[in-house]
């Protein structure tokens, strides 16, 4: 990795930064081996492209590939360990006064990696709900369907996650819009700030006042305007910026 060097006044910012918020997408996974949004899918899944599957009409179309591609996605999480940048963000919390972390993400990564408060905008890939009733179904019969059924209704179930032309969760949302206005600096890591509500957070930041530091290889419709735009990976930057601020062994 190219030597990244930190700015002072950026040290000095986050050092005394009483609120903190972080926005992260499926870059700070890919170093755990989770492909991103933007990698072109792999073996089977090659021929479809996830805005394709990630909808309701596509489920309802071909309910049993939507629901194996979520179960192949659940299968390789599940494998995965949460990485260098996952650590950093949980170290970060405990650091800060007040530090919201605000994920894109459908793996549960940052909670397995032991970070506390985590808002999910899209859901969780690991909880499943009923397509008719929308509730949240923990168990149901294998009757070697798929998809599975509601034990209540016989619906279809879901992976209870935001799909395409799907409202985000309302709670949610408006709990990480609030800590996005008040926050002394706003972190965006791994997103290629494409997919809304969510891109529009770093956006409300800048306009809230908030230092907003990028982190990312490759620049994004938000580099311009992000007062850092630290170029390179989630799970080598974090740990670099942690050490610049409270010193400690760098990677870790
Ligand atoms: C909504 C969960 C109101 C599911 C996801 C037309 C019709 C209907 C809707 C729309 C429309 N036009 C616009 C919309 C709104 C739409 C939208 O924004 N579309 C985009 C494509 C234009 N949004 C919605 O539909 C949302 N709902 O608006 O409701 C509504 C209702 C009806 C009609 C209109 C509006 C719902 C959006 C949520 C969709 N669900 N995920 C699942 O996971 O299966 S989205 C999914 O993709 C992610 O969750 C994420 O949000 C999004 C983008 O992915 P990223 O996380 O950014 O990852 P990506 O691969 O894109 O980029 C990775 C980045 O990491 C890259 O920049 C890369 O450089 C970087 N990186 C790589 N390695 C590293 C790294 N960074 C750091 N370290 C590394 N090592």
């Known amino acids: 990795m190219t030597a990244l060097t930190i700015s002072p006044d950026l040290a000095t910012t986050l050092r005394n930064a009483r609120r903190v918020a972080a926005l992260t997408g499926a870059g700070i996974s890919a170093e755990s081996g989770v492909p991103t949004f933007r990698d072109a899918q792999t073996g089977l899944w090659a021929q479809y492209r996830p805005e394709e599957l990630a909808t309701p009409e596509a489920f309802q179309r071909h309910p049993q590939l939507v629901w194996d591609w979520y179960a192949w996605r659940r299968n390789l999480v599940a494998k995965a360990e949460p990485n260098a940048g996952h650590r950093a963000l949980v170290e970060l919390e405990q650091r800060v006064p007040a530090f919201t972390l605000i994920t894109q993400n459908v793996d549960g990564l940052h909670r397995r990696a032991g970070s506390r408060r985590v808002l999910e905008l899209h859901g969780n890939l690991f909880r499943t709900r009923c397509f008719a009733e929308g509730i949240v179904v923990d168990n149901w019969a294998n009757t070697g369907g798929v ?8 619906a279809w179930l879901r992976p209870d996650v935001v799909w395409f032309g799907e409202m985000l969760p309302e709670a949610v949302l408006r709990e990480a819009e609030e800590a996005t206005v008040r926050c002394d600096v706003f972190f965006s890591i791994g997103t290629s700030t494409l997919v ?3 891109a529009e957070l770093p956006f409300a930041a800048l306009r809230g006042g908030a230092t907003v530091v990028e982190i990312n290889p490759q620049p994004t419709p938000l580099s311009q305007q992000a007062h850092y735009s630290l170029r390179g990976a989630a799970g080598e930057v974090l740990p670099t910026l942690l050490a610049a601020v409270w010193g400690r062994g ?3």
Do not use: L, V
């Open 147 to 154: 998809p599975p059924r509601c034990p209540h209704c016989g």
């Open 196 to 198: 809304y509500p969510a």
């Open 250 to 252: 760098g990677a870790d």
